[in-house]
C-alpha cells in the first residue's frame, strides 16, 4: 500500500498509483514511473514548513525509497 502524509488535511491513499503497480515484475523504470505518478496525484498546499513544490518533490523520493525498500525485502524473502 501507498499512501502520503502532509500533503493535505488527511492522509492520502495513492491506490491508483498501487493499481498501476500491483503484480507488476520489477523492470528499471518501474519505480521511476510510480514516483512521478505519485508525485502528480497529491495537491499539497504551502505553508510556513514547505512549499507545495517541495512537498510533491519529497512525495516522489519517498515513494521511490519506499518502493525500492520493498523489492529489495521481497528479493530477499525469497532467496
Known sequence: ????????????????VEARIAGKAFAPGLIQTAAQEARAAVRPGTDLHASADYRRHLVAVLTERALSSAWTRAVVAAA
Request: glycine letters at 18%; charged letters at 25%.
Open 1 to 16: 500500500r501507498l499512501a502520503a502524509m502532509g500533503v493535505g488535511e488527511t492522509p492520502l491513499r495513492l491506490g491508483e
